[in-house]
T-cell receptor, first 112, second 115 residues
Framework: AQSVSQHNHHVILSEAASLELGCNYSYGGTVNLFWYVQYPGQHLQLLLKYFSGDPLVKGIKGFEAEFIKSKFSFNLRKPSVQWSDTAEYFCAVSLNTDKLIFGTGTRLQVFP | EAGVVQSPRYKIIEKKQPVAFWCNPISGHNTLYWYRQNLGQGPELLIRYENEEAVDDSQLPKDRFSAERLKGVDSTLKIQPAELGDSAVYLC?????????????FGAGSRLTVL
């Protein structure tokens, strides 16, 4: 069965630190890849997406992600986090049926 | 533009009671999804509609869960009777993109607590 793995369940950083959240999926075919973010008390919002083309994707708020097909990975990065980035981050994969399969999420806490 | 609207935001019921959740998708979005998010987990798909047709309900526990989208717009998700394990956040999402290139927009969710 297809699955999405997020190995970092809880990440704690100080402001200005660099961030990388891991995401791996298990599916050998064509996939679309997403990162969603859920800020405290808010709904899930799209951070960035990859459908095709340049494997380095830029998203909102300075986030980026790189699709590495050979590693089945779509890691999320940000060079310098801010306190306002405190949130839960979900990686998701959709197959040709448009069904989104989510990872278990990574809780990021950023301290000033 | 209004986003995906869900109600109620919170619901507390006793086990064996019925409960219903309502969702109004973004205007013009033909595809509607219901997801369930358990504590500490990612959302899991319950059912997907294309207009009024349920095209994927393989993960919907049909013995107690039902859903409808009669006119292809609003949707209702019902649980009857509720069990303790149904405590979760029920998320509605909608999309309008081309097949294989859909981006889902989520509502705020309905948090259910079953006592």
């Amino acid at each position: 069965a297809q699955s999405v793995s997020q190995h970092n369940h809880h990440v704690i950083l100080s402001e200005a630190a660099s961030l990388e959240l891991g995401c791996n999926y298990s599916y050998g075919g064509t996939v679309n890849l997403f990162w969603y973010v859920q800020y405290p008390g808010q709904h899930l919002q799209l951070l960035l997406k990859y459908f095709s083309g340049d494997p380095l994707v830029k998203g909102i708020k300075g986030f980026e992600a790189e699709f590495i097909k050979s590693k089945f990975s779509f890691n999320l990065r940000k060079p310098s986090v801010q306190w306002s980035d405190t949130a839960e981050y979900f990686c998701a994969v959709s197959l040709n049926t448009d069904k989104l399969i989510f990872g278990t999420g990574t809780r990021l806490q950023v301290f000033p | 533009e209004a986003g995906v609207v869900q109600s109620p935001r919170y619901k507390i019921i006793e086990k064996k009671q019925p409960v219903a959740f309502w969702c109004n998708p973004i205007s013009g979005h033909n595809t509607l999804y219901w997801y369930r998010q358990n504590l500490g987990q990612g959302p899991e798909l319950l059912i997907r509609y294309e207009n009024e047709e349920a095209v994927d309900d393989s993960q919907l526990p049909k013995d107690r869960f039902s859903a409808e989208r009669l006119k292809g717009v609003d949707s209702t998700l019902k649980i009857q009777p509720a069990e303790l394990g149904d405590s979760a956040v029920y998320l509605c999402a909608s999309s309008s993109g081309a097949p294989g290139a859909n981006v889902l927009t989520f509502g705020a969710g309905s948090r259910l607590t079953v006592l």
